[in-house]
């Protein structure tokens, strides 16, 4: 028996196009380039780690040099010398250059002045160069001076998980390829049959949380299931995977989100306790709660969208979501992912996770708590009495409005229903005084009508006559609109609610 052990991800990795685990349309392009003959000089493979760059690198090494035919094939043999010294990364004319530790001219110049020689045993030169991105200004210079004008034995293949970083003059010459995110699915059927081959148990939901904490890598996802199968002896299930991940079941995930929304903020924060004591990872917990969140927002009885019984949850699991659903709206979930997905950073750079994550409950619970907008103004409409409902005014019953402030002026005029008079009293009027039946005032609108139709107002219905003073020049005094502007501004709770709002601005107020 070989007593060294290889990581899965080594022996596994794929040694033909056929093999190469979920770049489908990267696969059909370049074998079909192959086939036809169209080679390129220099190609770039860009992607997150462990999708495969370096890999597509080599099998298109192989691909170019294999000499089980005439030319360059699509499926290179495997077996030929070429194909073997290759895959073992020893071949004399496939250099394979770590551009993290090759980052100066000197180095570069030196690599490139071999390119001007023939290849010693195979068709091409090969020149991988891993993390492109990280060689340096004059490094990328001098390569640019090759690939301007390369020899025709020559080919570049660049790989890179930061294009960005790779400059224009560079990616201009080369045929760029992006490795995909491995979807979940693939990565499933990859590790099931790898752990047949290895002969070891991995269930089903085991294998589902290995899939997607590898988060579309095929080596991140490898070398979770080579850590889970050296702990578990080889009998690989999903407590054992939680466990490794550190991450709280699913339920207990439910569980906590269904306490969250409930308002309980004592709860909330003793069952964050008693899951940190479990030895969760709060940022896990925190990626756990927005999966919950965007779940649960996708189940929302409102949206009507079908195919959710994708999810991750059970059955049961799914049963509650739907039960928390029936008293949380969309908008209370959607508001509480932008909470969630502003605190990731957050909890990243903070040195006490625990302190963030409480911080976070408490955040959520406030403003899962909070009316929204449209629901303010739904509950305006039902509180406020529609002219149909109101019986007719029976002025003899009606108590005879007191007026000692602007205030009171504009809440009699709004119960009477004087709405045109409210409106332009309300605006633009600046009121000196009140006293003994007399009014001080300013008219913004300077309008004489206003106030021959108030006094009749006020005779009318204070039951006592009125003197209105109209002076000529204002004394900078707010009208009533003003006044409640400033009052709501300088409360404390409206403040809360203008934070949640970039740029936010009171436009209008209306009274209940
Ligand atoms: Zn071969």
């Given at each position: 028996?070989?007593?060294?052990?290889?990581?899965?991800?080594?022996?596994?990795?794929?040694?033909?196009?056929?093999?190469?685990?979920?770049?489908?349309?990267?696969?059909?392009?370049?074998?079909?380039a192959?086939?036809?003959?169209?080679?390129?000089?220099?190609?770039?493979?860009?992607?997150?780690?462990?999708?495969?760059?370096?890999?597509?690198a080599?099998?298109l090494?192989?691909?170019l040099?294999?000499?089980?035919?005439?030319?360059?094939?699509a499926?290179?043999?495997?077996?030929?010398?070429?194909?073997?010294?290759?895959?073992?990364?020893?071949?004399?004319?496939?250099?394979?250059?770590?551009?993290?530790?090759?980052?100066?001219?000197?180095?570069?110049?030196?690599?490139?002045?071999?390119?001007?020689?023939?290849?010693?045993?195979?068709?091409?030169?090969?020149?991988?160069?891993?993390?492109?991105?990280?060689?340096?200004?004059?490094?990328f210079?001098?390569?640019?001076?090759?690939?301007?004008?390369?020899?025709?034995?020559?080919?570049?293949?660049?790989?890179?998980?930061?294009?960005?970083?790779?400059?224009?003059?560079?990616?201009?010459?080369?045929?760029?390829?992006?490795?995909?995110r491995?979807?979940?699915?693939?990565?499933?059927?990859?590790?099931?049959?790898?752990?047949?081959?290895?002969?070891?148990?991995?269930?089903?939901?085991a294998?589902?949380?290995?899939?997607?904490?590898?988060?579309?890598?095929?080596?991140?996802?490898?070398?979770?299931?080579?850590?889970?199968?050296?702990?578990?002896?080889?009998?690989?299930?999903?407590?054992?995977?939680?466990?490794?991940?550190?991450?709280?079941?699913?339920?207990?995930?439910?569980?906590?989100?269904?306490?969250?929304?409930?308002?309980?903020?004592?709860?909330?924060?003793?069952?964050?306790?008693?899951?940190?004591?479990?030895?969760?990872?709060?940022?896990?917990?925190?990626?756990d709660?927005?999966?919950?969140?965007?779940?649960?927002?996708?189940?929302?009885?409102?949206?009507?969208?079908?195919?959710?019984?994708?999810?991750?949850?059970?059955?049961?699991?799914?049963?509650?979501?739907?039960?928390?659903?029936?008293?949380v709206?969309?908008?209370?979930?959607?508001?509480?992912?932008?909470?969630?997905?502003a605190?990731?950073?957050?909890?990243?750079?903070?040195?006490?996770?625990k302190?963030?994550?409480?911080?976070?409950?408490?955040?959520l619970?406030?403003?899962?708590?909070?009316?929204s907008?449209?629901?303010?103004?739904?509950?305006?409409?039902?509180?406020?009495?529609?002219?149909?409902?109101?019986?007719?005014?029976?002025?003899?019953?009606?108590?005879?409005?007191?007026?000692?402030t602007?205030?009171?002026?504009?809440?009699?005029?709004?119960?009477?229903?004087?709405?045109m008079?409210?409106?332009?009293?309300?605006?633009?009027?600046?009121?000196?005084?009140?006293?003994?039946?007399?009014?001080?005032?300013?008219?913004?609108?300077?309008?004489?009508?206003?106030?021959?139709?108030?006094?009749?107002?006020?005779?009318n219905?204070?039951?006592?006559?009125?003197?209105?003073?109209?002076?000529?020049?204002?004394?900078?005094?707010?009208?009533?609109?003003?006044?409640?502007?400033?009052?709501?501004?300088?409360?404390?709770?409206?403040?809360?609610?203008?934070?949640?709002?970039?740029?936010?601005?009171?436009?209008?107020?209306?009274?209940?």
């Open positions: 028996m070989d007593n060294t052990y290889t990581v899965l991800a080594r022996k596994y990795r794929s040694q033909d196009f056929k093999s190469l685990i979920g770049q489908d349309v990267l696969v059909k392009t370049l074998t079909t192959i086939n036809t003959g169209r080679i390129a000089h220099a190609y770039i493979f860009t992607g997150i780690r462990g999708t495969g760059k370096t890999s597509t080599r099998i090494a192989k691909a040099n294999c000499t089980a035919g005439d030319g360059p094939t499926n290179p043999c495997g077996v030929c010398e070429n194909c073997r010294a290759i895959a073992a990364g020893q071949h004399i004319d496939v250099l394979e250059i770590d551009a993290a530790s090759h980052t100066g001219v000197d180095n570069m110049r030196e690599i490139l002045d071999a390119t001007q020689y023939r290849p010693t045993n195979g068709r091409y030169k090969v020149y991988i160069i891993d993390e492109v991105h990280m060689l340096s200004a004059s490094a210079n001098a390569l640019l001076k090759t690939l301007e004008e390369p020899p025709a034995h020559v080919i570049f293949i660049l790989a890179t998980t930061d294009i960005r970083k790779v400059p224009v003059t560079i990616l201009s010459r080369c045929q760029r390829f992006d490795l995909v491995v979807p979940v699915d693939t990565l499933k059927k990859h590790f099931a049959w790898i752990a047949e081959q290895e002969k070891v148990e991995l269930s089903d939901t294998n589902e949380l290995l899939a997607r904490a590898a988060d579309g890598s095929v080596r991140d996802g490898l070398s979770l299931l080579d850590q889970a199968i050296a702990q578990t002896g080889g009998h690989v299930d999903e407590a054992a995977v939680m466990d490794m991940l550190k991450r709280a079941d699913r339920g207990v995930v439910v569980d906590f989100m269904q306490t969250l929304l409930s308002g309980n903020v004592a709860s909330a924060l003793a069952k964050a306790d008693e899951i940190y004591t479990n030895g969760a990872d709060l940022s896990m917990l925190l990626t709660m927005m999966e919950w969140t965007h779940w649960a927002t996708r189940m929302h009885p409102t949206l009507r969208i079908s195919g959710t019984q994708n999810t991750p949850y059970t059955a049961d699991q799914r049963e509650r979501i739907n039960e928390i659903n029936k008293h709206t969309l908008n209370t979930l959607s508001r509480i992912w932008q909470v969630m997905v605190a990731v950073p957050e909890m990243q750079a903070s040195t006490n996770q302190q963030c994550f409480d911080m976070l409950v408490v955040r619970m406030h403003i899962a708590d909070m009316p907008v449209p629901e303010i103004l739904k509950q305006q409409k039902t509180e406020t009495p529609t002219p149909v409902s109101t019986p007719a005014v029976d002025t003899t019953k009606v108590e005879k409005p007191t007026i000692k602007a205030t009171d002026l504009a809440d009699a005029l709004q119960s009477a229903r004087e709405m008079m409210y409106s332009y009293f309300t605006k633009n009027i600046e009121v000196s005084e009140i006293a003994n039946n007399t009014i001080c005032y300013f008219d913004r609108g300077n309008d004489n009508d206003f106030q021959q139709r108030l006094v009749l107002w006020l005779n219905n204070t039951g006592a006559k009125w003197v209105l003073k109209k002076i000529e020049t204002s004394h900078q005094n707010q009208t009533v609109n003003e006044q409640t502007k400033s009052e709501t501004v300088a409360d404390p709770m409206v403040a809360d609610a203008m934070s949640l709002f970039e740029n936010a601005e009171i436009v209008g107020i209306s009274k209940q």
